[in-house]
């Protein structure tokens, strides 16, 4: 939950019954009690007991055998509300301080304050709690537990700092948004941000041993694996190796085999050239050289967040391991990974990414068994905050990982 004053509960509770006594909501008395359900919920640090068999009973009377693959009201009745409360904020309560809103794919509320009442409100980022495990071979792992919810695991890709993208306009809204929805777990892989920097192996053998120790540290038995970028291809090997223990896979924006390890030449001139621009601008005090990477990741960005991403960069890891991370994601292959998933696997890409084009993701989408494919409407390999492609993207993953039809966690 937000760490909310006492002024701001107050706010929310009088909004709540303003909206519940409104002409919107006059003839749907059930629709205000499931509202003040969700959102006493979420006030009393009880959101992750937000389902759908929690909900049937305790709001809608349903007995201990309720089963949503039957009776549908729970599903139904979240859509009225949703509706409802549209209709409320688009005529009686167009200027109102407070929001709320029902995001699809999850049964938490949002709660918005308009600008005045914001300016005083602390930072909506979550807390994170930052733990340590050690790897086989001895290396020391970084990773970082956030949010509540059903267990979501990212594989790690390149340029992570757990501490410093928690709080980057890069980053920031990643980490809040699945905090939100779910009980994150990242870690920063072998070689970079908090983890050692100085691993003797940094190989795609290693990332994957990597997740395999955080999520036998971490993680519960059954987990939602989300990977993106160069880390689509380490959950891709992971789920292949481990289906007992990946109940959804989340891929976005990667790809199942790097530039050398196939015959192409265009992509495998392109990658030469990348990698001497980090061998020599990596550590420059001029960031001209970064800056190729930061237009590649987030072409539309502001000067702030290109500011943010150069320093990263830096922070994030040496120029040495940057080029020995390139060298191994441009031969990594995981093609014959691909065709043993057996778990359900949402693909997303954005359509213009500039640095890992929407072709790679319909070779990964027609690789897994059953895998579905949504396109994004971005230009930005980082989905950036304020891009529509982002809000569709955390409903397509909520909505995605809250099927009632899907696996559960034990």
């Given amino acids: 939950m937000t760490a909310w004053t006492s002024e701001h509960v107050a706010l929310i509770r009088s909004q709540l019954e303003r909206v519940a006594a409104s002409p919107a909501f006059a003839n749907a008395g059930r629709m205000a009690l499931l509202l003040r359900y969700l959102v006493d919920a979420d006030l009393n640090g009880a959101a992750r007991r937000l389902n759908q068999k929690n909900i049937a009973i305790d709001v809608f009377q349903r007995d201990e055998h309720f089963d949503p693959a039957v009776d549908s009201i729970v599903r139904v009745e979240m859509g009225r509300l949703r509706n409802k409360l549209r209709e409320f904020y688009s005529t009686t309560g167009v200027r109102d301080p407070v ?3 029902l995001p699809k794919g999850t049964y938490r509320p949002t709660v918005e304050f308009g600008p005045e009442v914001r300016s005083s409100l602390p930072s909506a980022t979550p807390r994170q709690e930052l733990r340590f495990c050690a790897t086989r071979d001895g290396t020391t792992i970084a990773y970082a537990i956030s949010g509540s919810g059903y267990p979501l695991v990212k594989a790690a890709n390149w340029l992570s700092h757990l501490e410093y993208d928690f709080q980057s306009p890069v980053w920031r809204h990643w980490w809040r948004g699945f905090s939100e929805r779910f009980r994150l777990i990242r870690y920063d892989e072998r070689g970079c941000g908090l983890s050692d920097w100085d691993a003797a192996d940094i190989s795609f053998d290693a990332w994957v041993q990597d997740l395999e120790q ?3 540290t971490a993680a519960p038995k059954r987990f939602a694996l989300f990977g993106m970028s160069q880390g689509v291809p380490v959950a891709v090997a992971y789920a292949a190796k481990h289906p007992e223990r990946v109940s959804h896979l989340i891929l976005y924006g990667g790809l199942l085999s790097g530039p050398m390890a196939n015959d192409d030449q265009e992509r495998i001139e392109r990658a030469n050239v ?13 960031p001209v050289f970064r800056q190729v990477f930061a237009s590649l990741f987030v072409p539309e960005g502001t000067d702030e967040q290109f500011k943010w991403f150069d320093d990263l960069q830096r922070v994030s890891t040496s120029a040495a391991n940057a080029v020995r991370y390139f060298d191994v994601f441009t ?45 994004l409407k971005s230009k930005n390999h980082v989905l950036l905050e304020h891009e529509p492609a982002w809000s569709q993207f955390l409903e397509e993953v909520s909505e995605f990982i809250n099927d009632p039809h899907a696996a559960r966690a034990d």
């Avoid at 990594?332 to 043993?340: K, L, N, T």
Wanted: proline share 6%.
């Fill in 99 to 101: 929001v709320f809103a």
């Fill in 214 to 216: 955080v999520a036998d």
């Fill in 274 to 286: 990348l990698r001497q621009l980090l061998k020599i601008g990596w550590a420059d005090r001029n």
């Fill in 331 to 375: 031969r990594m292959d995981v093609s014959r990974d691909a065709a043993r998933v057996r778990a359900p696997t949402l693909v997303l890409h954005a359509d213009s990414d500039a640095l890992i084009p929407f072709s790679e993701a319909r070779a990964i989408a027609a690789s897994i068994p059953g895998a579905r494919l949504v396109p």
